[in-house]
């Protein structure tokens, strides 16, 4: 279910191998990532963000039976990916469930072209129903 949205920009050259920002799930052992390459990217604060959000693109996933149909995007674990302008660092925010497997936190980062001295970190708004039911805020990964 390995899958990348661009939106319906043709991609180009410069494009194919520019880091991106983005938005993706882990559902049932799979990535799903819907990403923008950094250069379209939508201004945010000090940031370069992807312009669609978890509800809008989860309703399209379900909508063309790329995600289960009885399943809300908050149930699986998820993440975004932004670009700060002041730093000019890329931040890896996912769930605890995300961050704790090395090799799906890898695999993000390598489809969306990111560097090594990308940040990774938990944020309130990317906690799936098992984290929360754990009390995953004074749990390490």
């Known amino acids: 279910m390995k899958k990348s949205h661009e ?3 043709r ?12 938005i993706f799930w882990l559902v049932d052992g799979k990535t799903l990532i819907d990403s923008t390459s950094l250069s379209e990217a939508e201004p945010y604060g000090n940031h370069l963000t ?5 509800p809008e693109m989860w309703g399209q996933y ?10 809300e995007y908050e ?7 932004t ?10 925010l996912a769930d605890r469930c995300i961050l704790r497997d090395k090799n799906v936190v890898r695999r993000i980062m390598s ?3 990111l560097p090594r001295n990308t940040e990774t970190d938990t944020d309130s708004h990317y906690r799936c129903p098992a984290c929360l ?3 995953s805020n004074n749990e390490d990964f």
């Open 7 to 9: 939106g319906g920009k």
């Open 11 to 22: 991609k180009t050259s410069t494009r194919a191998t520019e880091p991106r920002v983005g």
């Open 50 to 54: 992807h312009p669609r959000g978890h």
């Open 62 to 71: 379900q909508r063309v039976g790329g995600v289960p149909a009885d399943m």
């Open 75 to 81: 149930e699986s674990p998820r993440g975004r990916v």
């Open 83 to 92: 670009f700060d302008t002041k730093t000019q660092r890329f931040t890896f």
């Open 111 to 113: 489809e969306l072209k």
């Open 133 to 135: 039911s754990h009390n």
